[in-house]
Nanobody, 115 residues
């Protein structure tokens, strides 16, 4: 079973930037469609960006043009560069597969956007 550990969250002012990182353990990572999800209390977890094994990316409309997802299959890492952060981007961010369907969720990393 592949597991993921997120890092890089923190407190940032509106308009600022953060870079989230995710390290994968286990085999098969290079074949996975990987994604960054986020969740705020009382709301469903949402997929904000995903990247196919070959590097093609997709973004939710709410983050398009501000977030960039990338991966390094050799290092088994996925990153999310977040620029021009807004208060509504505040959430717990999770790294996980989009395919295969995830069956385990890590702790995530908290992103707080506040002045």
């Amino acid at each position: 079973q592949v597991q993921f550990v997120e890092s890089g969250g923190g407190l940032v002012q509106p308009g600022g930037s953060l870079r989230l990182s995710c390290a994968a353990s286990g085999s098969g990572f290079s074949l996975f469609r990987m994604g960054w999800y986020r969740q705020v209390p009382g709301k469903q977890r949402e997929l904000v960006a995903d990247i196919l094994s070959g590097g093609r990316t997709n973004y939710a409309d709410s983050v398009k043009g501000r977030f960039t997802i990338s991966r390094d299959n050799a290092k088994r890492t996925v990153s999310l560069q977040m620029n021009s952060l807004k208060p509504e981007d505040a959430a717990v961010y999770y790294c996980n597969s989009v395919w295969p369907t995830p069956n385990y969720w890590g702790q995530g990393t908290q992103v707080t956007v506040s002045s």
